[in-house]
Nanobody, 122 residues
Framework: QVQLVESGGGLVQAGGSLRLSCAAS??????MGWFRQAPGKEREFVAA????????YYQDSVKGRFTISRDNAKNTVYLQMNSLKPEDTAVYYC?????????????????WGQGTQVTVSS
């Protein structure tokens, strides 16, 4: 079993930065991903990183602005968010799935954190 706890959300001005953290406990040989859900919208993929940290994949809208990384020694995954836009406002969720393949589909992730709110003001 994998338990995930997100932190680092908050309120920032457009153009600002935040770093989200996801602390994991339990089995750690997983692909990790970040998803987000805005009011009235479906949960969508943001970014994912392989177990080794050597491979990453991003949603087009965040490429060049967000960076996902992981520190397996600390069992922690990060999402560095720069140049934030109001459109990035959402609850951000950390997720995990067993395996090595990065998958940008919500339904294949097995474990989820409780979410952390990110609000970007104009």
């Amino acid at each position: 079993q994998v338990q995930l706890v997100e932190s680092g959300g908050g309120l920032v001005q457009a153009g600002g930065s935040l770093r989200l953290s996801c602390a994991a406990s339990g089995r750690s040989r997983t692909v990790m991903g970040w998803f987000r859900q805005a009011p009235g919208k479906e949960r969508e993929f943001v970014a994912a990183v392989s177990w080794s940290g050597g491979s990453t994949y991003y949603q087009d809208s965040v490429k060049g602005r967000f960076t996902i990384s992981r520190d397996n020694a600390k069992n922690t995954v990060y999402l560095q968010m720069n140049s934030l836009k109001p459109e990035d406002t959402a609850v951000y969720y950390c997720a995990a799935r067993y395996g090595t393949t990065i998958v940008a589909v919500t339904t294949v992730y097995d474990y989820w954190g409780q979410g952390t709110q990110v609000t970007v003001s104009s």
